[in-house]
């Protein structure tokens, strides 16, 4: 899984838990006005959720010379991959140190800028891009956030009975982070299969997952991307995407494996960068 999302799901459920117990503390609470519409759909809600809260810590890139080089590969990506989802794929680069896409329910896609300066072609960003948008097609966040409620229910329980203290909600907090980087091992090779039919489906060689992947094992801890360093054993991943390479040979053998064949993709540094505000 995202750390992103980690960090999220884990913010969220001690913001929810701690106002439970400060409620039970006090009698009772307030509850706030803004109510999301019924018609919305749940995905949209969270997806807009971690917008605002990008735009208010000024993270969002509004304008930049980089989007002229984000533009082609996300575009060919969201006419490929926008049948199999129900809301439309936006794009947005984000600035941040460490190399990472992510994307949200309701069809956000989110580029740390220093990504585009990480890969050393187009397809190891196509192969990225596509492995993010196919966890929005599996709804895993969503599916993410059902699992964590339903600890949610057992760490209110919990927290009641050790005594509501703040370590000991943050102790319960983390075993549910456990569960849930157990469940996510299953779901990142899942992305990976569904982004490698993805980028074929743009003409983006889907080895390009592959060589980001070995380019990993030289790369230094601070420039690891995040789907790369949640979920060190590589080496499997790289031998099921080889795999499903192999079983759809019809689709898969046009592509060559070799990554002298690569698109070189360059981006000139330091570049201007406005932020949304």
């Not at 949200?104 to 800028?113: A, E, I, K, L, S």
């Not at 790369?228 to 031998?239: E, G």
């Not at 390479?245 to 070189?264: E, I, L, Q, Y």
Request: aromatic fraction near 8%; proline fraction near 5%; hydrophobic fraction near 40%.
């Amino acid at each position: 899984m995202n750390l992103f999302k980690l960090i999220r799901v884990s913010v969220l459920s001690l913001t929810a838990l701690m106002g439970l117990v400060s409620c039970a503390g006090k009698g009772g609470g307030v509850a706030s006005d803004k109510q999301p519409s019924q018609d919305q759909d749940e995905e949209v809600q969270m997806g807009q959720e971690v917008f605002d809260q990008l735009k208010a810590k000024g993270e969002i890139i509004e304008s930049s010379p980089l989007y002229d080089q984000l533009k082609p590969v996300a575009d060919a990506i969201t006419k490929a991959a926008q049948p199999r989802y129900n809301h439309p794929f936006k794009f947005y680069l984000v600035h941040e140190t460490q190399p990472n896409a992510f994307a949200t329910p309701g069809g956000n896609v989110y580029v740390v800028d220093s990504l585009l300066y990480f890969v050393k072609n187009t397809e190891e960003l196509a192969g990225t891009l596509c492995h993010e948008v196919s966890h929005t097609i599996h709804h895993d966040t969503v599916t993410l956030m059902e699992k964590q409620q339903q600890l949610e229910k057992r760490e209110v329980g919990a927290a009641v009975l050790l005594g509501p203290t703040r370590a000991h909600v943050l102790a319960i907090l983390l075993l549910g982070k456990l569960h849930s980087l157990s469940y996510s091992r299953d779901v990142e090779s899942r992305a990976d299969l569904t982004g490698s039919d993805v980028c074929a489906a743009t003409d983006y060689n889907p080895w390009g997952l592959v060589w980001l992947f070995q380019d990993f094992k030289n790369a230094q801890i601070g420039q690891i991307p995040q789907l790369l360093s949640d979920h060190p054993d590589d080496q499997n991943r790289v031998q099921t995407l080889e795999e499903h390479f192999r079983k759809d040979s019809a689709v898969f053998g046009k592509f060559n494996p070799d990554p002298k064949s690569a698109t070189s993709f360059v981006v000139t540094k330091n570049v201007p960068e406005v932020f949304l505000h």
